[in-house]
């Protein structure tokens, strides 16, 4: 539906939830995309052993139910159009009767949910990928072992009983939510696409799973995994249940949006900006010139979180952050300002690269058996040791960055402009070494939370409120600062980026060494 700009109410608001790895966030968002209330809380995660990382559905609906009515607290509720919700790729195991399924070994259903981090279905992607099957070609060849398909076989072959032949639905994380919300079981083409090989032209393919030896999951036009499918932001059923509604305290009634993977919500929330009067060369180009990075949990937190946490000055470089009320990186980015004296503080690194796959590499090389990687490690270790450790692992996550836009440019596709939002995208350092590493100019969003605001733009489209996902994305998305590269620098950056693919060369080949005759 079509409403003219001028006659909508001035004062609507929509609902975003924002389920991430180790919290579920919300924001209450004004039309113009303005985060007016925002509230988080933490939610459970269960290692009961290496690669294994489970959560349960009902702890996270509790927690979304938790932070809505939190943001709407002292709002009128009838200014209140839409909701949307976004989530990490975990997947969510539910019997016939929509009850919580143990993924698990001890057997606890409560902990129903296989986190998208984890790594127990190895063996399981192996062999999918040796069918070679052409449905890969769809997730750049090969599939992760964080994608469903090999979970889904996970549980058929080693939680049979418990789970697999009691179970009546598996849902996308950010599926399952909108289901809560609404009753409806449709899935969204975001999630559908991007992690379990459906196709927006052809629909699932029999021929899939059945070589992978789940062709019971075709049984009743794949009830079990999806058959209404619906794109992102589309409206589901009647809106927001009775139920739904007394548990997030909202009214009844409003409209739900098709949902859409976390990552995917922060593209969403940047990338539509108007860049008009910035000197940007994307411009008046198509949006695909246009490059939406999104610094989150699996990104990179992880990474550098683990190079700066593992090291031995850790303590005392909180001690003295905590001293100055700042984040530890704040400090180590002045740390750095304070070394680094009159070259450029990227220059520090130039005897020491990392490669920064602790967790296996996911895009582009999609290959779960690389490692991390340090070349340059001295005896001392003190402060400035850690401060040029942790420029070096951020360095490394903007080559990562680099590998991808060139795998991507490669394929065919033309990008001018980075587009970064997600928690990383607030640290200075880390901008501008994106910005200097890969040649481009990266635009932030004047919010913040543009995670938050992708999702809130789910619930303005589902509303009726805009005539489109695009309308809706330019009048909520808004250039706050744009960073450009510093081309005096760029030499030392090639150089640094041939150092770069060498590590991963070398590690191959190391691997080929060891298992040799």
């Known amino acids: 539906m079509e409403v003219p700009g001028g006659d909508r109410e001035p004062g609507s608001y929509y609902v975003g939830v924002d389920v991430g790895t180790g919290s579920v966030r919300a924001a209450l968002v004004d039309q113009r995309g303005t985060l007016v209330a925002f509230a988080d809380q933490p939610i459970n995660q269960w290692e009961p052993q290496f690669n294994h990382h489970e959560q349960s559905s009902e702890d996270i609906w509790a927690a979304c139910c938790v932070v809505?009515?939190?943001?709407?607290?002292?709002?009128?509720?009838?200014?209140?159009?839409?909701?949307?919700?976004?989530?990490?790729?975990?997947?969510?195991?539910?019997?016939?009767?929509?009850?919580?399924?143990?993924?698990?070994?001890?057997?606890?259903?409560?902990?129903?949910?296989?986190?998208?981090?984890?790594?127990?279905?190895?063996?399981?992607?192996?062999?999918?990928?040796?069918?070679?099957?052409?449905?890969?070609?769809?997730?750049?060849?090969?599939?992760?072992?964080?994608?469903?398909?090999?979970?889904?076989?996970?549980?058929?072959?080693?939680?049979?009983?418990?789970?697999?032949?009691?179970?009546?639905?598996?849902?996308?994380?950010?599926?399952?939510?909108?289901?809560?919300?609404?009753?409806?079981?449709?899935?969204?083409?975001?999630?559908?696409?991007?992690?379990?090989?459906?196709?927006?032209?052809?629909?699932?393919?029999?021929?899939?799973?059945?070589?992978?030896?789940?062709?019971d999951l075709i049984a009743n036009n794949y009830n079990k995994i999806g058959n209404k499918v619906l794109p992102p932001g589309a409206s589901l059923g009647s809106g927001l249940t009775p139920e739904a509604a007394k548990d997030l305290g909202l009214p009844a009634g409003i409209a739900v949006a098709a949902s859409l993977i976390d990552a995917h919500a922060g593209g969403l929330g940047v990338i539509g900006a108007d860049v008009r009067g910035h000197g940007l060369a994307c411009e008046g180009q198509p949006v695909t010139s246009r490059l939406a990075v999104i610094c989150g949990t699996s990104s990179c937190h992880m990474g550098i979180d683990h190079m700066v946490q593992g090291h031995a000055v850790f303590p005392e470089l909180q001690a003295k952050?905590?001293?100055?009320?700042?984040?530890?990186?704040?400090?180590?980015?002045?740390?750095?300002?304070?070394?680094?004296?009159?070259?450029?503080?990227?220059?520090?690194?130039?005897?020491?690269?990392?490669?920064?796959?602790?967790?296996?590499?996911?895009?582009?090389?999609?290959?779960?058996?690389?490692?991390?990687m340090v070349t340059g490690l001295k005896l001392s270790q003190d402060l400035d040791d850690l401060a040029i450790l942790y420029l070096a692992t951020v360095q490394a996550i903007a080559f990562g960055t680099r590998l991808i836009i060139e795998a991507m440019e490669t394929a065919g596709h033309s990008i001018s402009t980075l587009f970064l939002c997600g928690g990383l995208s607030k640290n200075p350092l880390f901008v501008q070494m994106h910005a200097d590493i890969t040649g481009m100019p990266v635009v932030l969003s004047q919010e913040v939370e543009s995670v938050l605001v992708g999702a809130a733009i789910l619930g303005a489209c589902a509303s009726g409120d805009f005539a489109s996902v695009q309308e809706a994305m330019a009048r909520m998305s808004k250039v706050g600062k744009v960073v450009f590269p510093r081309c005096e620098d760029k030499r030392y950056y090639d150089k640094k980026y041939q150092v770069f693919l060498k590590l991963v060369e070398h590690q191959k080949e190391y691997a080929a060494i060891m298992k040799g005759d």
């Open 68 to 215: 809505t009515k939190k943001v709407v607290q002292g709002i009128n509720l009838n200014r209140i159009r839409g909701l949307g919700f976004d989530a990490t790729c975990s997947l969510v195991v539910l019997d016939k009767e929509f009850r919580p399924l143990p993924v698990n070994h001890e057997g606890d259903p409560h902990r129903n949910i296989i986190m998208w981090l984890d790594h127990r279905a190895i063996s399981q992607v192996h062999r999918i990928n040796e069918t070679k099957h052409s449905v890969l070609q769809y997730v750049g060849g090969v599939m992760s072992v964080e994608m469903q398909a090999p979970k889904l076989l996970w549980l058929k072959e080693n939680l049979r009983e418990t789970c697999w032949d009691k179970a009546g639905h598996f849902f996308d994380l950010p599926d399952f939510l909108s289901w809560k919300a609404t009753g409806v079981p449709a899935r969204s083409l975001c999630s559908l696409v991007c992690k379990w090989t459906y196709s927006a032209e052809k629909g699932w393919d029999d021929s899939f799973w059945k070589v992978i030896g789940l062709e």
């Open 321 to 372: 952050a905590t001293a100055r009320c700042q984040s530890v990186y704040a400090y180590l980015n002045s740390h750095l300002d304070l070394i680094k004296k009159t070259q450029p503080v990227g220059f520090l690194t130039v005897d020491l690269h990392v490669w920064p796959d602790f967790h296996g590499n996911r895009s582009p090389l999609a290959d779960l058996t690389l490692k991390g």
